[in-house]
């Protein structure tokens, strides 16, 4: 596997090996020795997995609050994904800020989302699979999010906001200036 670092101290893309013959494909997803020596000392309690219909679904911006907050890697498996991880760190310097990456089924990239970041995505393709790993497991009193169209973060999502499809609790998300 081969990682790759962002601006933003923290998220990682990481490109597993794909050795691929006429019969298809074999790749190691996931190694937690390689992971924690590479990436960072973590571990995953929980696998969750959503399916999204449309094109331009877009879900987050979404973390959860101390005591329990979650690490998150990410991964699609059927289509592909503009995934984005956003900066809540308290007194970072890059706090606001985001990156993002295209994660898609035939190359099986992951984006580790470290705790301290909100997560989201948009869907390139229709009945898209996404699953991902966590270091905490879900907990409603401590599950949050901000607004995925906030100006003052900026993302320059694939779709325009408006066309977005979105669940009721994303559409009501607070604004970055409320963490403040």
Excluded at 53 to 70: D, E, F, N, W
Excluded at 124 to 150: C, M, R, W
């Amino acid at each position: 596997m081969q990682f790759e670092r962002f601006a933003i101290s923290g998220p990682t893309l990481i490109q597993p090996k794909i050795i691929g013959d006429s019969r298809g494909y074999f790749m190691e997803a996931f190694k937690a020795e390689w992971f924690r020596e590479n990436i960072e000392d973590v571990t995953f309690v929980q696998d969750n997995q959503s399916l999204s219909a449309q094109v331009g679904t877009i879900r987050g911006l979404h973390y959860q609050k101390s005591p329990v907050p979650q690490g998150k890697l990410v991964r699609c498996l059927k289509g592909a994904i503009f995934d984005v991880a956003v900066d809540i760190r308290g007194g970072s310097e890059t706090f606001g800020q985001w990156i993002g990456a295209t994660l898609t089924a035939e190359k099986g990239e992951q984006l580790w989302v470290p705790e301290g970041f909100a997560h989201g995505f948009c869907t390139l393709e229709p009945d898209t699979v996404v699953f991902y790993k966590v270091t905490n497991p879900y907990s409603q009193p401590h599950d949050a999010g901000i607004a995925f169209d906030d100006p003052a973060i900026g993302i320059d999502w694939p779709i325009k906001p408006s066309e977005a499809t979105l669940s009721e609790k994303d559409k009501v998300q607070p604004k970055l200036a409320s963490l403040r």
